[in-house]
């Protein structure tokens, strides 16, 4: 996917830089997808991590301070087909809650940390207010998964030994 709308993009005359930070501000591919397009077109590797990272940060804060009051109007004003996302959402992030509660922040920081589909800052910014996780757990927590996500992704794009001569050369 990420492959694909990096060409769409470069076909388009967006600027190489932009690329990575476009796709990196997108749900589901976010940052994993951003160094991907980074690696495709040749960026440098210190380049790539920042262009990524804040382009994958620039969605949180409006999620995390603004998506329960458009899931409450969404609610109140019983939107089709979205009200009922929205319950099993909230329904769904209360599960196991007295469980998740001790290890709240290091769940919430692997979750955004581990490259898979469907995990990432959006989810894990979606998942800290459904449950009611603190801002200032919230926020660390989805920034360190963040770095995490950047060093596993630049070890797989960039490779290991490449990666390792341009951090320490």
Not at 72 to 87: E, R, S
Not at 141 to 147: M, Q, R, S, Y
């Amino acid at each position: 996917m990420a492959e694909t709308l990096t060409t769409w993009l470069a076909e388009r005359g967006i600027p190489d830089w932009l690329i990575p930070f476009l796709v990196s501000i997108l749900p589901l591919v976010e940052l994993r997808g951003g160094i991907i397009a980074a690696r495709l077109l040749g960026m440098e590797l210190w380049k790539a991590i920042w262009v990524c990272i804040i382009g994958n940060i620039i969605p949180i804060p409006f999620i995390l301070l603004f998506i329960d009051k458009i899931f409450a109007w969404i609610k109140k004003h019983n939107v089709p087909g979205l009200c009922k996302f929205v319950v099993y959402l909230e329904n769904k992030s209360m599960n196991k809650s007295e469980t998740m509660e001790k290890g709240e922040f290091y769940f919430l920081m692997f979750f955004v940390g581990i490259p898979l589909p469907g995990t990432g800052a959006w989810t894990g910014s979606l998942i800290a207010v459904l449950r009611r996780i603190k801002l200032k757990k919230a926020v660390p927590a989805i920034l360190l998964g963040i770095c995490i996500a950047s060093a596993i992704m630049c070890t797989i794009c960039y490779g290991f030994p490449e990666l390792f001569v341009k951090l320490f050369a």
